[in-house]
Nanobody
Framework: QVQLAESGGGLVQAGGSLRLSCAAS????????IGWFRQLPGKEREGVSY????????QYSDSVKGRFTISKENGKKTVDLQMNSLKPEDTAVYYC????????????????????WGQGTQVTVSS
């Protein structure tokens, strides 16, 4: 069955880096876009980044643009999120999700457009 599993979270000091990985199984990764989201306690899950499966185009939220980089390795069946210059406000549970259809800059962050989600990985950035 379709499964997504995040890894790579942890505790890091402000200014540091982490690399999250999303391992996909049960489907052909080349056929689907993948998004990364994050959620703080008591807040809605928000889109962080997205990578399109057809042309490899990427999208980022304004809060992470220039600091985070999403990449996809179809052969390894993983989608990674490289996070640099981390800030305390980046602290959250990070989730990867499979897009149910082609997305673009206008709609990639809409949660309802994703059909499968991972369990999440905690990222904590200390000041």
């Amino acid at each position: 069955q379709v499964q997504l599993a995040e890894s790579g979270g942890g505790l890091v000091q402000a200014g540091g880096s982490l690399r999250l990985s999303c391992a996909a199984s049960g489907f052909t990764l080349e056929y689907y876009g993948i998004g990364w989201f994050r959620q703080l306690p008591g807040k809605e899950r928000e889109g962080v980044s997205y990578i399109n499966n057809w042309d490899g185009s990427t999208q980022y939220s304004d809060s992470v643009k220039g600091r985070f980089t999403i990449s996809k390795e179809n052969g390894k069946k993983t989608v990674d999120l490289q996070m640099n210059s981390l800030k305390p406000e980046d602290t959250a549970v990070y989730y990867c999700a499979r897009a149910s259809l082609q997305l673009d800059a206008s709609n990639w962050s809409a949660r309802w457009r994703y059909d499968y989600w991972g369990q999440g990985t905690q990222v904590t950035v200390s000041s």
